[in-house]
């Protein structure tokens, strides 16, 4: 089957295609021609993550999915939250957003947070959901190359490393995105 994944991240592009295996030719929005900056302007991942398939399904006529997340740091009252890519402001910068993230965390103790995603899948006319839930702390300082995002600053429950330390394979066992794809390929393999 094949199915445009409606993002121009290509390390989400390649975590996603690691998750489904040879069951389904991933394209993106590259591939089906798509330079657009997808519409983001919803209050909730829910809303944009539709908001996201639909402006491809409607332009591009092609089946997809589209995924929005959030890092909720408990602190913070929940921020960055539908926030997170744009948190520190245009333009967007992995970089700046976990510089400011550190700042406003420096003189708290409480350091739980949770990343969540949300995928809206478009096929034919039906509309489907899934979500992924990924405890865990906000660290003092970036450890890791690897992963992208606030990757390098988040450790998932249960671990002493950072989202950046693990392998591919490691997180998508445990991450929120993992967990929503895995939901997202259960569902494709019964169709």
Do not use: W
């Not at 906000?138 to 992208?148: A, M, Q, S």
């Not at 671990?159 to 997180?171: I, P, V």
């Amino acid at each position: 089957m094949k199915i445009c994944f409606a993002t121009n991240n290509p390390k989400k592009i390649e975590e996603v295609k690691a998750a489904l295996g040879d069951s389904f030719e991933i394209v993106s929005l590259k591939d089906i021609g798509c330079s657009a900056e997808l519409p983001e302007t919803g209050d909730t991942l829910e809303h944009n993550a539709f908001q996201k398939a639909k402006y491809v399904k409607e332009h591009f006529g092609v089946d997809c999915f589209a995924d929005d997340t959030g890092l909720e740091v408990d602190a913070l009252e929940g921020e960055p939250g539908v926030y997170s890519g744009r948190y520190a402001g245009e333009p967007r910068s992995d970089e700046r957003n976990i510089d400011l993230l550190l700042k406003n965390l420096e003189n708290s103790s409480i350091r739980t947070a949770r990343f969540k995603t949300v995928i809206a899948l478009l096929l034919g006319d039906d509309e489907f959901k899934f979500e992924g839930v990924a405890e865990g702390e906000i660290l003092k300082e970036r450890t890791g190359n690897g992963g992208f995002g606030y990757d390098p600053v988040f450790s998932p429950k249960g671990y002493t490393q950072s989202f950046a330390e693990l392998t591919m394979a490691e997180k998508n066992a445990i991450s929120h995105r993992g967990k929503a794809v895995s939901e997202l390929i259960t569902f494709l393999s019964n169709i």
